[in-house]
């Protein structure tokens, strides 16, 4: 096991929550069509002025207050984010500023997709466990409304706005990762992308409008998921050393009301076990993993002494799964 200790968790939200009905009105469809095509009741929109790296900076101090800590107190920022707030330099530093971090405090971004935060959170035990950093802070922070096509049902109406933060330190044996699993199957590469923002398509050799906007063949995703997911999760427990009768909660990405189905159908454990904040959040990208989390520890559902089961899919196609002792 990876020794390391969760202290506090931190969650920020736009300002503005858009229901499903509202988007029925904006976008000339049937009463209740959105909400019958998504399953979301309502999800956060930023408005024009507000930026992923203030997003993130508010989630990181509502964490910090959690733990009664100060910036100085983190060693190292690590964002973790699906998209990042422009190509150059990284979010991170951002962040940092925004959140009041003392000059020279270390900052990076991973970037997983929407499995960003597990393998920050894999990447920030390591670090602690080898000595270098005493406290490190994780955020993922994402404005999936930035870029999706509302022409496209199915790759805009599930997603929504925020940003979460979780504080670590180094464990003392008794809390850690007991196993931790990704696995990235790139015959799913284009199930879910966005072409445009790097070298391959940009103004200079070449784009469109559409290029920016997030694009995404749900059912191809899900059938490939369904077909990796079983034996992935059976390695992900065998590493673990007990089965899922010891996990006493299940934090899976909020990805979609289908994905969540699978995920409870395959793990076959109580629905009480499983932290479910789509409806009133819908697919924050990468803010969803640590957002469940926040609303996990907030309301009690998970504590010290529990185990925990996270675990998702992300674009590449990548499926990921941590087991954490808290």
């Known amino acids: 096991m990876i020794p390391v200790r969760l202290i506090a968790t931190g969650k920020a939200v736009p300002v503005h929550s858009v229901t499903s009905d509202s988007l029925d009105l904006k976008l000339g469809h049937p009463a209740g069509y959105t909400l019958r095509k998504s399953g979301v009741l309502s999800r956060f929109v930023a408005a024009p ?9 508010v989630a990181l101090l509502d964490a910090l207050k959690n733990a009664s800590l100060r910036p100085a107190d983190i060693d190292l920022l690590i964002c973790a984010c699906g998209v990042p707030e422009q190509a150059l330099p990284n979010t991170a530093c951002f962040v940092a500023e925004h959140a009041g ?7 990076f971004d991973v970037n997983a997709s929407c499995l960003s935060f597990m393998a920050a959170f894999r ?8 000595g270098a950093y005493r406290r490190i802070a994780i955020v993922s922070s994402d404005l999936a409304s930035r870029g999706v096509d509302w022409s496209e049902p199915e790759a805009s109406m599930i997603f929504g706005d925020g940003a979460a933060a979780v504080i670590v330190e180094r464990g003392d044996g008794s809390a850690g990762i007991r196993a931790y699993k990704m696995g990235t199957y790139p015959e799913g590469r ?3 992308e966005i072409r445009g923002g790097g070298t391959e398509r940009n103004p200079r050799n070449g784009c469109e409008p559409g290029d920016y906007l997030f694009r995404m063949d749900g059912k191809a995703v899900f059938r490939l998921a369904v077909k990796v997911m079983p034996d992935f999760l059976t390695e992900l427990m065998a590493e673990s050393g007990a089965g899922l009768d010891k996990v006493d909660v299940v934090v ?9 189905a699978h995920a409870a159908r395959i793990l076959d454990v109580p629905d009480a076990k499983i932290i479910k904040i789509f409806e009133t959040h819908g697919n924050q990208v990468a803010a969803s993993l640590p957002t469940a989390l926040h609303e996990a520890v ?10 925990l089961l996270m675990m998702g899919t992300a674009a590449g196609l990548t499926i990921g799964g941590m ?3 808290l």
């Open 190 to 192: 284009r199930y879910c």
């Open 323 to 325: 087991i954490l002792d």
């Open 49 to 57: 002025d507000e930026s992923q790296s203030q997003l993130g900076a």
């Open 252 to 260: 899976p990405h909020q990805a979609s009301p289908l994905g969540l």
């Open 298 to 307: 907030m309301t009690g559902r998970a504590v010290a002494g529990q185990r």
């Open 101 to 107: 971090l003392p000059p020279g405090t270390q900052s």
């Open 123 to 130: 990447v920030a035990a390591s670090m602690l466990a080898g």
